[in-house]
């Protein structure tokens, strides 16, 4: 339902929104990080103390200045929150904010003091920064394209709106073994990434209706990359918190706390293997079931009403208009074929607004694009926008009828880059340029291979030809930029103080989620898009009709991919740090 | 972990209040030293490490003149005890570091599972910001680290005033407080 606030007209989106208890349990939030940023400044809280308390807030200390990270739980934004953003960049930071690989975003400038403030700005709007770092509960994720996809089981939405609000404050797991990610997924393609989690959610339906969850545990990326294992087949819903707090408690007590390398659960349900951590999960589980934090139908009911449709229009499957267009100007049909997917309304389809155009970092976004956008998402898409944890912006429900009108607009903001899932679509880590934790720079290696394709590969037709393909690249083996399940994963290394670069290939998410191999040693940074290149040449010319990269790669394994990277046998050098 | 004479801050129903410290809080190094024996003659209350207390729980029990109190370090089980929590009038739980949260869920167990009414106290690392979820899971006894400043500490407590999930303090998650106010209240 539409609403009219000053005269300007505002959508109230089909998202979950506030009731007084939500919108005081963030406000307090506030209040208290005031007191604890207060007492550190005044110098009776220690930078120790305070570390992990700033932390559960979002706000690390970085290279230049704090950086801090407010949560978008499970990528979804309304204009107004969007606007919110943009002011925050504006007044706060120096003009841009960053949307990061697991769909939040980063401000890479604030001063410390005025946290604070910027926290209660984002109340204001119903957003806060709590659990977005730290060893708790993150902030959970979920699917871009939740609610809109014709191949959803049901909305996760709901479910992990639940789980949020679950998490948020837990007292007994915000001082876990070390940080906690939870994923939620309802459709037959895993958009999540569900098996690279400690907790990944897959929902579907029993023969008789219910939604189960299959609880997947101990996935993860980062240093020791591994697949989740099955904890449940098919837990029953009013069961997930029960079965969450029995998960978490046994984390909680056993999982290693001498070596942060290995305190994640996925270390924990190595050592103990599956069959023994699910043994003790059960018994804590036998305690807790049928208690007192068993989901009543009620409660599903209230958060699952936030989600309804928006008002859809009924309209025809084929959009004339949107054909013609198709048909007479080549540069919209490009952008419509890498931007535009699927809708389970005939008429609609879904937009990806791309954050990767040669020159800006990976997943940077300016104020005056952040109320671009917002004023897209009113005009085209009932005040809704989604963050994809490939780091671009997504509009979800557009009528085919206006995708061009909203091409044109995009154009003009620079969102309108047609290169999703392309060569160019990099996910990038804010790397050694801004994390304190990298090893090596990746917005530089995102930039070089962007520009490379640009001036050598030339026109569009080279960069749609090679079609499919994801580059990740993480600086450093905590693996944000999800390196490991990139068609071809870039990781930043140090060797002796000198940024270099492992290449691994054959890495995928989704469905056939797989980890990429490491090819050889590593490079220097200005060695990279000649790397690049020459993994793309020989892709083109192994490749069968119709296949992609990762097809290719598949079928004729590594190798090919190693001889044409070194072809002087510099395989045999020990050129890698003992550790990668 | 110290054992200065330090403040103690309880929660009873009436709030927060700062008492002072009676209980000693022994550990397992000064056992071992010998520079103290376990049948102690002086009428002192006393903590007593877990490994302690299993050595020795029988003969304590028996001579129970004064109060037992026994403490669990972070990694320890506090299904070690939970026969004997009829016995003891105070149990603490060790934070080596604020940052090591096994003593929550240990709360949490020692509360809810094995039906401790007792004295629960938080030793070690315990400073202000840590109190509320602490207050959450069940302690009602916070031995804070020296140089804390009571005051704030007093404050902690009501840092929030609304959860959404269900622990020890309320086991009800907001969710079901809420349908019961509905069913209490009628219609909203």
Known sequence: MADFVSSAFVWIPKMYRYDPIDQKIVDERVAQFRDQTRRFLAGTLSEDDFRPLRLQNGLYVQKHAPMLRVAIPYGLLSSRQLRMLAHIARKYDRGYGHFTTRQNIQFNWPTLASVPDILADLATVEMHAIQTSGNCIRNVTSDQFAGVAHDEVVDPRPYAELIRQWSTLHPEFAYLPRKFKIAVSAAAEDRAGTWFHDIGIQIYKSASGEPLLRILVGGGLGRTPILGHELHPGLPLPHLFSYLDATLRVYNRFGRRDNMYKARIKILVKELGVEKFRAEVEAEFAFLKDGPSTLPAAEFERVANHFIDPEYRTLPGVSRKFEQHLIDDRAFSRWVSRSVSGHKRAGYAAVTLSLKTTGSAPGDATDTQLDGVADLADRYSFGEVRVAHEQNLILADVEKDQLYALWQEAKAIGLATPNIGLLTDIIACPGGDFCSLANAKSIPIAQAIQRRVEEKLGDLDYLFDIGDISINISGCMNACGHHHVGHIGILGVDKHGAEFYQVTIGGSQGNDAALGKVIGPSFAQDEMADVIETLIGTYVNLRHEDEQFIDTVHRVGIEPFKAAVYPNGRTQEAKEPADV | ?188
């Open chain 2, 1 to 188: 972990m110290s054992n200065h004479a330090s403040t103690l801050v309880r929660l009873s129903k009436s709030g927060a209040s700062v008492s002072q410290e009676e209980w000693s809080v022994l550990t397992l190094a000064q056992f071992a030293e010998g520079s103290l024996d376990t049948h102690c003659a002086a009428p002192q209350k006393r903590l007593l490490p877990l490994t302690v207390w299993l050595e020795e729980r029988d003969a304590l029990i028996a001579d129970a003149t004064h109060p037992i109190g026994v403490w669990l370090d972070s990694h320890e089980d506090p299904a070690a005890i939970a026969e004997d929590l009829p016995s003891l009038a105070v149990v603490g739980v060790n934070f080596p570091s604020f940052k090591d949260g096994r003593g929550y869920s240990t709360a949490y167990l020692l509360r809810q599972r094995y039906g401790y009414t007792g004295e629960l106290r938080a030793l070690g690392d315990v400073q202000r910001d840590q109190l509320f979820y602490m207050k959450r899971v069940g302690f009602d006894a916070f031995q804070l680290k020296a140089g804390a400043s009571i005051e704030d500490a007093l404050t902690a407590f009501n840092d929030f005033t609304v959860s959404y999930q269900g622990s020890i303090d309320q086991p009800l998650p907001y969710y079901r407080q809420r349908l019961l106010q509905r069913a209490a209240g009628g219609a909203e």
